[in-house]
């Protein structure tokens, strides 16, 4: 175990400065890129005096070293568009995309767990048909296209849920923890269907080849009770494997957080980097490439030790 | 999006996917009892067939133009435009037939280009092991753990909407299963006898990842057909934020995200790119879907 | 800005670099009127069920002090708080945020709703005969919001940080070339000396150069704490700012005509759809839309409030370009253009333009330029005159060579439609359109003349002789060569004496023929064929008044310029 941790630690260094290339790779190498720092910030100056000042006229690999030198003490420079740190941009952001993200996840788990379980079990059932059915929908449908009629429907026709934004503006509310949660329902729903419509898919396919492993047909013979072997045995064992999967989501998921947050006037990290990207905003772009990654990899990391813990087979090989 | 669509059925892929060699029969009549599955595929034809004569169609049967301006915007329906026009005045049907040529070619193109991509990179780490294989692995499991959406995004913003560069970025950043897949088939397959054997009998290399290609297969046709899921959705989001293909170009995506200004008026402007959009990736998860249960031995009989 | 666009920077019209930043810094908000990005939009509708919601006490949370002079009434404002991230006047790049800034700091001169100059922190000035030396008296009592008095070392500092090595400002140059001397007699006395006479002093003062508290920014006059919540002298302060709002209160002891409403809170709402959908649902009140949807939305009750903006949108033409030098071939481009479509579906609530300079000017503004209206058979014969003539699959030849042209089209959806109809129109005469995109944060190209045809909104700037100069004059630079404007490589000596005689008078009457006579110059040259002024609409929930008419001229002027004139009648 301690030994698995230690290799899995190992590669977070390599992990990271592929990382930090990638992102300073996208802006700096991609043709078009920083060529067009420049009405962003006219005022009299001009594109030479402009690049003088923002250091893009020097050589590529000393841009580079100094920008990781910087990075490495989490400094990614100021935003072009308001001179506000990028740090603080990011973190001014990240609790609400924390918490749609979050509240996603854990919607698609609750939602999928049980309607996987049902699917398998009741295999080539109608009820597995309409599931099976439910959750290509889900993985289907353009997520900008499900928002804005989720916000019709239930927004402005059935007038159930607020629509934009993640608190009630410029009127009373009782308490802001149920203001909040009741601004959550539609975005975190949506956010959350393609996975809830992925995640019933996968425990469908697990859990139906767990009932069909020894030891679950071992537990049957010896006569345990149906609910028994379902529960103790063979759950326990179909939901090993999403352990894992739930760290491969995170990435899916802040992506998916770009569209829902501009839909829903989310004020997360989603909609900051779509709004960098198109401002050219480079600071604040390549801070939220290394630091959404940063957050990705850790999260993966923390999903494998996870399942070290948890699962007995991996501990000294792998 | 999409890369949702792979997770159900690539974990296991990893596992046992073209695990063996000639079954194909058995394959076949599996996957044509999975009632979806046969749907899935019935309905893609139907929409493959559909885009590549669009343009035909448009122009011989109804003597209709994608780009051209003939009606008045957002005119209903009428014997000469029979789903009414855009908000320009072009005419729906005739933008919608050609434009399923364009998703439809995302998609595939994306399928195309993450194939090459992951294997190249799976067989050479796979084959070739040692400093290559780690290098590339880091690479592809931190790419794997990033939100490439961003980058998509970010590349598309910088090169420009185009559909080339849309497919390339999206190609780029979705081959990763496939390598990971790829590698593990060839360390797999490396070891069997017949590989072995190859060896003994002074076989080349290249001769001896054509055995393991042949071995890797279906895994990646599996892999393969999700990822034209993933191309057509990531083009439709691209387009939605404005970075999709270069217009007056019809995509579906395009057309459905511009109509979406228009939704409190004229609804129905996004219901048929919609619709479209979703039959699609229902139809390529469908299929993709019949062919894992197909191609995976475990599920025999069952 | 308003509406359609896909893709949320800002919209789109060019910018120029000194006079006004305003507009240069949002490079674009020229389009504003009519396109703004459905992402600048996203906001807005309602079922009129939803209003229902509005009714009950509402107070801004986390806002207010309770002030017996403040007025009554809110109103929530759809924006974009990405745009308000700094409110510092000389900061500021996003029209949106230019409008909140003109509420909360002030010039010496201010605008009407009329676009007339009026006295603002000074009541009254003299212009010496020479035109050299300005003299304001500064208006007694003024406050700024945090209690300081307002005197003449406010706008000593605001002129200096303005001309200073470091300045943002956009009025740097203007000020570093035209102003010699602040002097400052006395608290309520400041004396502006010029180095050369510079009619349009008085709309750079009432535009650019608002004046700043030197109390709270002389160690740092671009302090981020100022920026976010900046302190002035205006009708409104800012009290709360949040996430995803910044909440505005009326200024309880204002030195003019108090605003009449006494909270507006600028709410975050960046989607288009998802904006109207917060208007029909009752939370936003106000928005920006596309012209497209108003009508349905005029239909239920709510209201529309318009107002024609001071630029002109139009095909710009490279004069470099050796097929385009020919004067037939601008025309054939001219009178084959599909302008009643382009203005219909995406200008629906401007006008269609016919030179250069828009009818929100007044006086400066020639009506009496023919009205051109398509002429496919006018734009077939021009092209047979300059020896184009029909080839094969339709397009024309000359030499062997197709009649194929470049076109540059900025990558929102407002701009792309105008590209689809351009191309649609020119190919029924046989011209060949390739569109190339560029994003709109790329301007250099266009910026720099390096296109053949590109649309470009440009904004006249407040004073119609500064726009006129900045596109026409032969002298002005283009971006890459680091000036602002004449992308076309137009050079007409005609039109640059009509210029040198406007920027020695300050007499309205002269300065409006002048303008007048320059459009007719342009307007039979063709380095820019025009098709639409834009104009900006908002609409409101049934029982708020915008008066926000006449405002459309000022340059940086979009919607939302005269929030001290919104008022609720009816919760």
Redesign the interface.
Same mark, same amino acid.
């Given at each position: 175990m301690n030994r698995y941790l230690l290799r899995r630690g190992v590669?977070l260094g &390599?992990?990271l400065l592929? !990382?930090l290339v990638?992102s300073f790779g996208?802006?700096h190498l991609? $043709? +078009?890129?920083t @060529?067009?720092v420049?009405?962003?910030a006219?005022?009299?100056e001009?594109?030479e005096q402009m690049r003088e000042r923002l250091g893009l006229d020097r050589p590529l690999p000393v841009q580079f070293a100094d920008w990781l030198w910087d990075a490495a003490r989490l400094d990614f420079g100021d935003s072009f568009? /308001? +001179?506000?740190p990028v740090r603080e941009k990011i973190f001014?952001?990240l609790p609400?995309t924390m918490l749609l993200t979050g509240t996603a996840l854990v919607m698609s788990l609750v939602l999928a767990i049980p309607l996987g379980v049902v699917s398998s079990l009741y295999?080539n059932s109608s009820a597995d048909?309409g599931l099976?059915?439910f959750?290509?929908?889900g *993985?289907?449908? $353009?997520?900008?296209?499900a928002a804005?009629v989720v916000?019709?429907v239930f =927004?402005?026709?059935l /007038?159930w849920f &607020?629509?934009?934004?993640?608190?009630?503006?410029?009127? &009373?509310?009782g308490s802001q923890f149920l203001d909040v949660a009741h601004h959550l329902v539609l975005p975190a729903t949506v956010l959350g269907l393609? =996975?809830t419509?992925?995640?019933t898919?996968?425990v469908r396919?697990s859990m139906? /080849?767990v009932l069909v492993e020894d030891y679950v047909r071992t537990a049957r013979s010896k006569g345990l009770a149906e609910r028994a072997v379902l529960y103790r045995h063979a759950l326990k064992n179909a939901l090993l &494997?999403m352990v894992? !999967?739930v760290g491969?989501? !995170? $990435?899916?998921l802040?992506?998916?957080a *770009? %569209?829902i947050e501009?839909?829903?006037?989310w $004020?997360g990290i989603g909609?900051? @980097?779509?709004?960098s990207?198109?401002?050219?905003d480079y600071p604040v772009?390549m801070g939220?490439?290394v630091f959404? +990654?940063v957050l990705? %990899?850790l =999260?993966?990391l923390l999903a494998d030790i996870t399942y070290a813990a948890i699962d007995p087979r991996i501990k000294l090989d792998h | 999006m999409a890369e949702a669509a792979t997770i159900g059925g690539v974990s296991r892929l990893a596992e046992d996917g073209g695990r063996s060699a000639r079954r194909d029969g058995l394959r076949w009549r599996r996957f044509m009892a999975n009632r979806l599955s046969l749907l899935g595929l019935v309905m893609l034809v139907v929409l493959v067939v559909g885009a590549l004569a669009g343009p035909v169609i448009a122009d011989r049967l109804f003597g209709l133009q994608p780009n051209t301006l003939d009606c008045v915007s957002l005119e209903g329906p009428s014997a000469a435009h029979p789903l009414g026009c855009d908000p320009l005045g072009r005419d729906i049907l005739a933008r919608l037939l050609v434009g399923g040529r364009v998703s439809l070619a995302v998609g595939l193109l994306v399928a195309v280009t993450t194939t090459v991509l992951g294997l190249v990179v799976g067989l050479a780490s796979g084959y070739l092991g040692g400093l290559v294989d780690s290098t590339l692995m880091r690479f592809t499991d931190t790419m794997l753990a990033m939100p490439t959406f961003f980058i998509v995004l970010a590349a598309a913003a910088f090169l420009g909407p185009s559909l080339l560069n849309t497919i390339l970025i999206i190609g780029l950043t979705q081959w990763m299963v496939t390598a990971r897949l790829i590698r593990g088939e060839c360390l797999a397959v490396r070891e069997k006898e017949f590989i072995l054997a190859a060896r003994v009998s002074g076989q080349t290399d290249l001769g001896i990842m054509r055995h393991i290609l042949l071995n890797v297969i279906s895994t990646v046709i599996v892999v393969a057909t999700l990822a034209v899921a993933t191309g057509i959705l990531t083009e439709s989001a691209l387009s939605y934020l404005g970075l999709g293909i270069q217009p007056p170009q019809a995509s579906w995506g395009s057309m459905l995200s511009g109509a979406q200004n228009y939704i409190f008026v004229e609804p129905m402007q996004g219901v048929f790119p919609g619709v479209l959009i979703v039959l699609t990736v229902l139809a390529v998860n469908f299929v993709g879907e019949g062919l894992r249960e197909a191609l995976d031995p475990r599920l025999a009989g069952r | 800005m308003t509406t359609t666009t896909r893709s949320h920077r800002p919209s789109g019209e060019a910018a120029a670099s000194d006079h006004l930043r305003a507009v240069t810094k949002s490079a674009a908000q020229g389009m504003a009127a009519t396109q703004v990005t459905r992402r600048e939009l996203l906001a807005g509708a309602a079922g009129a069920a939803g209003l229902v919601a509005l009714a009950g006490p509402s107070v801004a949370r986390g806002a207010v002090r309770q002030d017996a002079a403040v007025p009554s009434g809110q109103i929530i404002y759809a924006t974009r708080m990405s745009e308000l991230t700094t409110l510092h006047p000389f900061l500021a790049r996003f029209t949106s945020a230019l409008a909140v800034a003109y509420h909360i700091n002030e010039g010496l001169v201010k605008f009407a709703p009329t676009f007339e100059l009026v006295p603002g922190l000074a009541t009254e000035w003299t212009i010496s005969e020479d035109q050299l030396t300005f003299t304001f008296t500064l208006r007694p009592g003024v406050t700024w919001h945090d209690g300081t008095p307002f005197t003449a070392a406010d706008v000593r500092f605001t002129i200096e940080t303005a001309a200073a090595e470091d300045s943002q400002a956009a009025a740097q140059n203007t000020v570093r070339t035209y102003i010699s001397a602040v002097e400052t007699p006395d608290d309520a006395t400041v004396i502006l000396r010029l180095t050369q006479p510079y009619s349009p002093l008085l709309t750079v003062l009432a535009e650019q150069l608002t004046i700043l508290p030197s109390h709270l920014l002389s160690a740092d006059p671009y302090s981020p704490a100022f920026a976010e919540r900046p302190v002035g002298t205006g009708p409104y302060r800012v009290v709360d700012r949040q996430a995803s709002f910044v909440t505005l209160e009326a200024n309880p002891s204002y030195w003019g005509e108090p605003a009449r409403v006494g909270t507006i809170i600028l709410r975050d709402s960046p989607e288009a759809a998802a904006q109207q959908a917060g208007l029909l649902g009752g939370e936003l009140d106000v928005i920006q839309f596309n012209p497209t949807t108003m009508a349905s939305l005029e239909a239920q009750g709510y209201v529309v409030a318009r107002g024609l903006a001071g630029s002109v949108h139009g095909i710009n033409v490279d004069l470099e370009t050796p097929l385009l030098q020919d004067a037939n071939v601008r025309k054939a481009l001219q009178l084959a253009l599909d302008r009643e479509r382009i203005q219909s579906i995406l200008y629906a609530n401007g006008v269609m333009a016919n030179t250069v300079v828009s009818p929100a000017y007044g006086d400066y503004h020639d009506d009496s330029l023919p009205a051109v209206s398509r002429d496919l058979d006018g734009a077939r014969a021009a092209l047979d005159a300059a020896g184009w003539v029909a080839g094969g699959d339709d397009i024309r030849v000359k030499d062997g060579q197709p009649l194929r042209l470049q076109y540059q089209a900025w990558a929102a959806q407002n701009w792309q439609d105008i590209a689809a109809i351009a191309q649609a129109s020119w190919r029924e005469v046989g011209i060949d359109l390739e569109i190339v995109t560029v994003e709109l944060a790329n301007l250099t190209d266009t910026m720099s003349g390096q296109f053949q045809l590109a649309t470009v909104g440009w904004p006249l700037t407040s004073d119609v002789i500064v726009g006129l100069t900045q596109l026409f004059r032969s002298t002005e630079l283009t971006l890459a060569e680091g000036g602002t404007r004449n992308v076309f490589g137009y050079k007409s000596e005609a039109v640059d004496g009509l210029l040198d005689q406007a920027y020695a008078t300050t007499d309205v009457t002269t300065r409006a023929d002048l303008a007048r006579q320059i459009q007719a110059q342009v307007y039979a040259d063709l380095p820019l064929i025009p098709f639409a002024h834009p104009a900006y609409q908002l609409v409101s929930r049934p029982g708020i008044t915008l008066d926000e008419t006449g405002a459309g001229a000022l340059s940086s002027v979009g919607p939302g310029f005269f929030m001290n004139r919104w008022q609720v009648t009816e919760s």
């Open positions: 590669l &390599p992990q592929i !990382l990638l996208l802006v991609t $043709p +078009g890129a @060529g067009a420049d009405l962003n006219v005022s009299g001009n594109l568009m /308001d +001179g506000q001014d952001r609400a295999r048909y099976t059915v959750a290509f929908l *993985v289907s449908i $353009p997520a900008f296209w804005i916000i019709i =927004g402005v026709q /007038d &607020p629509i934009q934004g993640m608190e009630s503006v410029g009127r &009373p509310v393609e =996975g419509a992925a995640l898919r996968l396919s139906t /080849d &494997p894992t !999967l491969l989501r !995170l $990435p899916t802040i992506g998916g *770009v %569209i501009t839909v829903f006037a $004020p909609r900051l @980097g779509w709004e990207v198109l401002q050219r772009v939220l490439v959404t +990654g990705t %990899i =999260g993966n | - | -």
